[in-house]
């Protein structure tokens, strides 16, 4: 059991968070988003691919201007400061260069100047069938550490910035490779799912996948049939979520929960701890 970790005042210092996709923030870690931004950090999400292919029923030219509009729908709605989009073809990282995205990725490091680093864990369990999101948990999880080497892009130098070093690194994910930290989100539970919603062309495209499963496997689920001819996704989404952050919150004792891997300092806070001296 861990202890619930506590939230500081961020006082306008930058937590920086790179998806892959759009929905990403909401469903993954808007409980703990929301408890940053209301603690008063500024939090500025990159989004690595367009969702152009993450819809059922809209042309591609639709699905990206939907789920772009939704994006930032969301992400107002958890607080978040500043959005920047890559814009890469989305479901295409597994071809893409790392070390082209890893130089993106440093770039937002140079420039914003985070407190934290905020992605996917690259050491997840088995579970994680999306190479978008492996890719990118690679390159940031190297970005973290080459955003520090002035060998490393001296281009940014030369235009005014800096390498910077963050202090700690947030990892979620489908199932983290160890749990450290647990946040409590039973406060800000149905704010999250609020923010979940605002994501319409994606959760639609999700329910049609599972119908399809569902079919294949010999059954019907008379609840997604609605939703797919035009019905209400609250009912089914809030039980989706609110189930997920209680199964993450129970063995910790918590009503509502999300887990991450926190590495602060390197690993080396017992250092700080002994020698170090507070600026």
């Known amino acids: 059991m861990l202890a619930?970790?506590?939230?500081?005042?961020?006082?306008?210092?930058?937590?920086?968070?790179?998806?892959?996709?759009?929905?990403?923030?909401?469903?993954?870690?808007g409980g703990t988003i929301l408890r940053w931004t209301d603690a008063g950090w500024r939090v500025v999400c990159v989004r690595v691919t367009d969702d152009r292919w993450d819809s059922v029923g809209l042309s591609e030219a639709e699905t990206i201007e939907a789920n772009?509009?939704?994006?930032?729908?969301?992400?107002?709605?958890l607080g978040i400061a500043e959005i920047v989009e890559f814009g890469l073809p989305t479901d295409t990282l597994g071809d893409a260069s790392e070390v082209a995205?890893?130089?993106?990725?440093?770039?937002?490091?140079?420039?914003?100047?985070?407190?934290?680093?905020?992605?996917?864990?690259?050491?997840?369990?088995?579970?994680?069938?999306?190479?978008?999101?492996?890719k990118v948990a690679q390159?940031?999880?190297?970005?973290?550490?080459?955003?520090?080497?002035?060998?490393?892009?001296?281009?940014h130098?030369?235009?005014?910035?800096?390498?910077?070093?963050?202090?700690?690194?947030?990892?979620?994910?489908?199932?983290?490779?160890?749990?450290?930290d647990?946040?409590?989100?039973?406060?800000?539970?149905?704010?999250?799912?609020?923010?979940?919603?605002?994501?319409?062309?994606?959760?639609r495209n999700y329910v049609n996948q599972l119908r399809l499963q569902a079919r294949t496997g010999g059954w019907r689920l008379p609840m997604l049939d609605e939703i797919?001819?035009?019905?209400?996704?609250?009912?089914?989404?809030?039980?989706?979520?609110?189930?997920?952050?209680?199964?993450?919150?129970?063995?910790?004792?918590?009503?509502?929960?999300e887990v991450f891997r926190v590495v602060r300092f390197g690993g080396l806070e017992s250092l700080l701890n002994l020698y170090g001296r507070r600026l």
Do not use: C
């Open 228 to 257: 797919d001819a035009g019905g209400d996704l609250r009912e089914v989404m809030a039980m989706l979520l609110r189930g997920g952050a209680k199964a993450t919150g129970a063995p910790h004792g918590l009503e509502a929960a």
């Open 139 to 155: 390159a940031v999880d190297e970005a973290f550490w080459t955003s520090q080497f002035p060998l490393h892009h001296p281009e």
């Open 182 to 203: 647990v946040v409590d989100v039973s406060t800000v539970l149905d704010r999250k799912i609020e923010a979940a919603l605002k994501h319409q062309t994606m959760l």
């Open 68 to 77: 772009a509009a939704e994006f930032r729908a969301a992400a107002k709605a």
């Open 101 to 134: 995205l890893r130089e993106r990725v440093i770039r937002q490091v140079r420039t914003w100047k985070p407190y934290a680093l905020v992605s996917f864990d690259p050491y997840a369990r088995p579970g994680e069938d999306n190479q978008d999101h492996v």
């Open 4 to 29: 619930p970790t506590e939230i500081a005042a961020g006082d306008g210092r930058v937590i920086l968070l790179v998806v892959a996709h759009a929905d990403d923030p909401a469903l993954f870690l």
């Open 157 to 180: 130098l030369a235009e005014g910035l800096e390498v910077h070093g963050g202090f700690e690194r947030w990892y979620f994910g489908r199932s983290v490779v160890e749990a450290t």
